[in-house]
């Protein structure tokens, strides 16, 4: 069956948007990208590790696992806390470089299994990289402030 000159139309448009709407995320992430900049600038520091940690704007646990993955590759040495508000639950995204899980053996995972529970979730992952969420956003603020507490507990 041959498609109309509408349907050409129509599809070539969606592919446009398409297009479109992954320049727009990339656009997004560069823009994080700066913040990220702004974060690693002023690392918390505790039994000299830096800690890296920020609330974020993002849209989705993906553009926020994204950002740590930048936040990973940036920082030389250390640990990043990342949260957002997303549908009206917290979501964390931690990271942990390569050389603090050999020579510290200090776990993304458990870390971001900890913060969760300040904010009535719960989560966990990978050692370099774990992801969690929780309901009570009226604690983000608690949650950010006690990072480096979870974090001397692993020390």
């Given amino acids: 069956m041959k498609k109309t000159k509408l349907q050409e139309t129509i599809e070539e448009n969606q592919h446009k ?3 479109l709407e992954k320049e727009l ?10 913040f990220i900049t702004q974060i690693i600038e002023k690392p918390a520091i505790v039994d000299g590790l830096n800690i890296y ?9 993906d553009e926020l696992k994204a950002i740590g993955d930048i936040l990973r590759e940036k920082i030389k040495s250390g640990i ?3 949260s957002s508000v997303i ?28 913060l969760a529970k300040i904010v009535g979730g719960g989560g966990g992952g990978k050692q370099h990289l774990a992801t969690a969420g929780g309901k009570d956003t009226t604690k983000l603020d608690l949650m950010i402030s006690s990072v480096e507490d979870v974090i001397k507990k692993y020390l």
């Fill in 25 to 34: 995320e990339e656009l997004n992430l560069k823009n994080k990208e700066n």
């Fill in 17 to 19: 948007l398409k297009l």
């Fill in 53 to 61: 940690k920020s609330t974020i704007d993002a849209k989705s646990m």
């Fill in 87 to 114: 549908d009206n639950k917290v979501m964390i995204v931690c990271v942990v470089s390569d050389d603090l899980i050999k020579n510290n053996n200090l776990s993304a995972g458990k870390i971001v299994g900890d």
């Fill in 80 to 82: 990043g806390v990342l």
